[in-house]
T-cell receptor, first 112, second 112 residues
């Protein structure tokens, strides 16, 4: 089992819809969780991080964490074509304060 | 701040040649990470340094890979001899006191 799993997609949503991106992780003791966005040919950039169970909102983005079920999700409201990118889930496992593990990434396509 | 700087941005070489990738982290950041990204395997951590000291090199594929960080503002990743399967995008990232990692633009390596 991979440490961090994501569906590689592509996930296609129409402009204005909600995009839901999901990620599961294997280390139950993981403490912190990150979502990075990577445009084609570019480097990853952090868009959200979350530490506690529940939701964290930042503009059109909401990160959701459920430690009991070991999943973290990212919701993008009012999706725009400019949101089309690959979204990488990253997890900081227990005992490895700096060693973040990345998922394969989900490619999101927002159709105008 | 100029962000993380990597050079070269593109490298094409022949199998068996030595390849040296360079990274300058963000000033004041005390952690530096080298990643490799491929379509099949995603973003993989190769090695990371804390205060110029290698902390975990378990991701380094084999002895052909080596990394150094002689001072706080410079790091190298060397592949000798290079092989076609080393073709990938290599990212350097740095981190300060907070958990956010900032990625450089990457080096696209093609080994023929």
């Amino acid at each position: 089992q991979k440490e961090v799993e994501q569906n590689s997609g592509p996930l296609s949503v129409p402009e204005g819809a909600i995009a839901s991106l999901n990620c599961t992780y294997s280390d139950r003791g993981s403490q912190s969780f990150f979502w990075y966005r990577q445009y084609s040919g570019k480097s990853p950039e952090l868009i959200m991080f979350i530490y506690s169970n529940g939701d964290k909102e930042d503009g059109r983005f909401t990160a959701q964490l459920n430690k009991a079920s070991q999943y973290v999700s990212l919701l993008i409201r009012d999706s725009q074509p400019s949101d089309s990118a690959t979204y990488l889930c990253a997890v900081n496992p227990s005992g490895g304060y700096q060693k973040v593990t990345f998922g394969i990434g989900t490619k999101l396509q927002v159709i105008p | 701040d100029a962000g993380v700087i990597q050079s070269p941005r593109h490298e094409v070489t022949e199998m068996g040649q030595e390849v040296t990738l360079r990274c300058k982290p963000i000033s004041g950041h005390n952690s530096l990470f080298w990643y490799r990204q491929t379509m099949m395997r995603g973003l993989e951590l190769l090695i990371y340094f804390n205060n110029n000291v290698p902390i975990d090199d378990s991701g380094m594929p084999e002895d052909r890979f080596s990394a150094k960080m002689p001072n706080a503002s410079f790091s190298t990743l060397k592949i000798q001899p290079s092989e076609p399967r080393d073709s990938a995008v290599y990212f350097c990232a740095s981190r300060g006191l907070r958990e956010t990692q900032y990625f450089g633009p990457g080096t696209r390596l093609l080994v023929l």
